[in-house]
């Protein structure tokens, strides 16, 4: 008991946002600590029932999972569910190209091998070789190229005739500054010969590892070869058994054979190696006759790295259906706990668990902390109404909070594809409905007249710093040491009031709160404007969010979370509604630099809105911030997180700005950006105007993307208030600028008034 009390100590607030019955709490631990998985004592795999009048609920795979005793009561057991595999965002494609098995058994869950098989996998070497010279002559005519040149870009695309035909043509003409040819990006991709020691290390892969030869001592001819084997994490030494023949090579990890075959010549077998490092076999082969080889095991299958990649990706797509996703608490590289994001798919057994809005099982992540301190991620099923003998077990793929029928539809279909032209006709009366909006907003007066000279001298700057307080007193200011002493007050937050105190508590504080209630203001308020970032608000509007992205598939999107998560790119709709899983709210669409593909720009301004209404602009600065963004054959990564902001200086942007786009895209830049703030705070003030006494300093940033005429189009991302902790408190120049606006003495050097 005294173990199960440690158990239940360091798991009982997790159990209780499981909502699993006390009851159930013993009997899970003693399945936990005997690593007890006896579902299968209880259950049965049943065809799914495919016809279109059956009202068997679907599940994932093409099984149901139908109870094989008499009767299971509601909360009568708890059952462990195994994790297949859990990763994270950025890792998807990587952990399936290089964990041994996780690709096959992914495949298997997706449905996607078979349609690609042929074109991930290449003729075996020999019967390419053929192929190779067959086609010499005709890429050589074609191209206009040597034939020893045409045969080098067949070998670097694999015998494909376009391609090397492609690559020739690629090869004649200039090369954009900064831009790989098309023939150079073919031979990076493909893994193409280059030049070692005045000979050729060629280079291939197959599905289960890859091969380098290479010249040990610099010589024409490469009488050596690497065989890389990715083992996994934490696989040893002791996990491998490799032996070497002379014309013979057999590998086999934790019992399943990798390689076994017959070599193409024959190798030294005392100076042959191999060694495990950081979860890879490396084993090296030395020939006892220098020479190129076409393959490592005769008649094995070359994958083109090309067409993997293309299929990883799309099985990496195909995975959102399946993934789900859980949230933790994790020591960072600075020894600092943060949240970390895990995503995870369960074995056949939990995907076999159908759907149904009615469920009669709950099934939920749990995180178990090991006897060795290790966390140990399972799904937690138990049953919730009575299934008899031969009843379908179901559980509800929607999130609890979702309960509106139309949007759980939309949710849904990111898990079960179904037609798209509901989605579809959401989006259009959707975007309909922003238009009408757009055509009534009404646009309140920003004040243009003077403004009212306070005198009001004492001041109260949350947290702020020495520096910030002497140039307060040298402005004219008295810095009051407690809120109850000042007449203006500066402190974070939305909703403190200060009686007959001047504070920065302006109503449009709470608007601009979060990303996705800046997004469903100006929805409700401006509608469609051709200045806005289109958004989306996920857990209320999957339907209209995913029919946006179908009418543009090339679109890829940003999103947010409302508990402090990093922002994530993706182009998959699927991925981004099932992100509401796991907290984010916010999709904003998003666009790549109109000065680097690899980049988000974006540019921020501060503006203080006074009590009376006038809009002044912060002159002084017009920061520019930009994100690196992951990219693959010239787009971005589908799947990614964002990485955090580098400043720009802004001199330095302006003029790689002047020099792609031109002096007057950038002069104009500034201009209209000031334009967008001024509209955007006029429909804004529409709902909530200032009560004449509260002021505003709030940061408006804009992602700049190409306009349709190669230009610049600034269009607004967010808007949020200026944080007195992160901004004021230690802004010595800033500050005291605000103050003075309020005391009706704006410098002309530091503002500049909108909206006039």
């Known amino acids: 008991m005294l173990q199960y009390g440690r158990f239940e100590a360091v798991h009982k607030s997790q159990l209780e946002a499981l909502g699993l019955p006390v009851h159930l709490w013993q009997v899970l631990y003693r399945k936990l600590s005997s690593d007890t998985f006896d579902i299968g004592d209880y259950v049965a795999f049943g065809e799914r029932d495919n016809s279109e009048s059956s009202s068997v609920a679907k599940g994932l795979t093409e099984h149901s999972l139908c109870l094989n005793v008499d009767q299971l009561e509601a909360g009568g057991n708890v059952f462990l569910v195994d994790h297949a595999w859990t990763t994270s965002i950025d890792q998807i494609i990587e952990n399936l190209d290089r ?56 070998v670097s695309v694999n015998g494909c005739l376009i391609d090397a035909i492609m690559a020739a043509e690629d090869e004649g003409k200039e090369a954009t500054p900064g831009q790989n040819t098309l023939q150079e990006q073919i031979i990076q991709q493909l893994g193409g010969s280059e030049a070692l020691g005045g000979g050729k290390s060629l280079q291939w892969r197959t599905r289960r590892y890859d091969c380098t030869q290479y010249a040990l001592d610099g010589g024409d001819q490469p009488d050596a070869i690497e065989v890389s084997v990715p083992l996994g994490p934490g696989s040893s030494a002791r996990d ?87 949230d933790c608490m994790v020591q960072g590289a600075d020894r600092s706990i943060v949240k970390q994001t895990n995503w995870y798919i369960q074995d056949e057994v939990g995907l076999s668990v159908a759907h149904s809005s009615d469920p009669n099982v709950c099934c939920l992540p749990f995180l178990y902390l090991g006897a060795q301190g290790q966390m140990l991620p399972f799904s937690v099923m138990w049953p919730i ?95 009051a040491a407690a809120i109850e002493e000042a007449d203006i007050v500066l402190v974070d937050g939305t909703t403190s009031t200060y009686a007959d105190k001047i504070t920065n508590q302006h109503p449009l504080n709470s608007v601009f709160s979060s990303a996705d209630k800046t997004v469903l203001a100006l929805q409700s308020v401006a509608g469609a404007q051709d200045w806005q970032s289109p958004g989306f608000h996920l857990p209320t509007q999957p339907c209209e969010f995913i029919g946006a992205a179908l009418m543009d598939g090339n679109s890829w999107w940003k999103l947010s979370s409302s508990q402090a998560s990093p922002s994530v790119v993706t182009s998959s709709w699927a991925a981004a509604v099932r992100h509401t899983d796991v907290g984010y709210t916010c999709a904003l669409k998003c666009m790549p630099s109109a000065l680097a593909p690899d980049q988000i720009h974006l540019v921020e301004r501060l503006v203080l809105l006074t009590p009376s209404n006038r809009l002044y602009i912060w002159r002084q600065n017009m920061w520019v911030y930009s994100h690196r963004i992951q990219l693959r054959d010239n787009k971005p990564e589908p799947y990614q997180t964002l990485s955090p902001a580098v400043e720009v200086a802004e001199a330095l942007f302006m003029e790689q700005l002047r020099a792609k786009l031109g002096d007057s895209v950038a002069s104009s830049l500034a201009t209209s950006i000031d334009s967008i703030i001024a509209d955007t705070v006029r429909l804004l003030l529409g709902i909530d105007s200032s009560d004449g006494k509260d002021f505003g300093l709030f ?58």
């Open 99 to 154: 964990v041994p098995g996780l690709l096959e058994r992914m495949e298997g869950l997706t449905g996607t091998y078979d349609s690609l098989a042929g074109s991930t996998e290449v003729v075996s070497a020999s019967s390419l070789d053929s192929e190779i010279e067959a086609n010499v002559s005709t890429v050589a005519s074609m191209a206009g190229v040597s034939e020893e040149r045409a045969r080098d870009l067949l």
């Open 240 to 326: 491998v058994k490799c032996t070497f023949g002379p014309k013979h090579l057999t590998v086999s990890v934790r019992g399943s054979c990798v390689v076994d075959g017959r070599l193409p010549g024959e190798v030294r077998v005392d100076d042959c190696t191999w060694a495990v490092e950081d979860g890879m076999l490396t084993i090296t082969l030395v020939k006892r006759v220098a020479d190129t080889w076409s393959e490592l095991i005769l008649g094995e299958k070359h994958v083109n790295p090309f067409e993997l990649r293309k299929h990883l990706t799309r099985v990496s797509g195909e995975l959102w259906r399946f993934f789900q996703g859980y």
């Open 385 to 479: 109404k009575q299934i008899s003998r031969g009843g379908v077990l179901t559980r509800d793929f929607c999130p609890s909070w979702l309960k509106d029928p139309r949007q759980r539809q939309g949710y849904l279909q990111a898990v079960f594809p179904a037609p798209t032209q509901p989605l579809l006709d959401a989006y259009l009366e959707f975007t309909k409905e922003l238009e009408q909006t757009a055509a009534k907003a009404v646009r309140a007066n920003l004040s243009t007249t003077p403004a009212p000279v306070t005198q009001s001298r004492r001041v109260f700057v949350s947290e702020a710093t020495p520096q910030v307080k002497e140039a307060l007193a040298a402005a004219g200011f008295e810095v």
């Open 699 to 756: 940061s408006f940033q804009f992602v700049l993307g190409k306009s349709i005429d190669h230009g610049i189009a600034p269009l607004l991302h967010g808007v949020s208030p200026v944080s007195v902790r992160d901004r004021l408190a230690s802004s010595t120049h800033l500050t005291p600028a605000i103050l003075s606006v309020l005391a009706g003495s704006p410098d002309a050097e530091n503002w500049k008034q909108a909206g006039v």
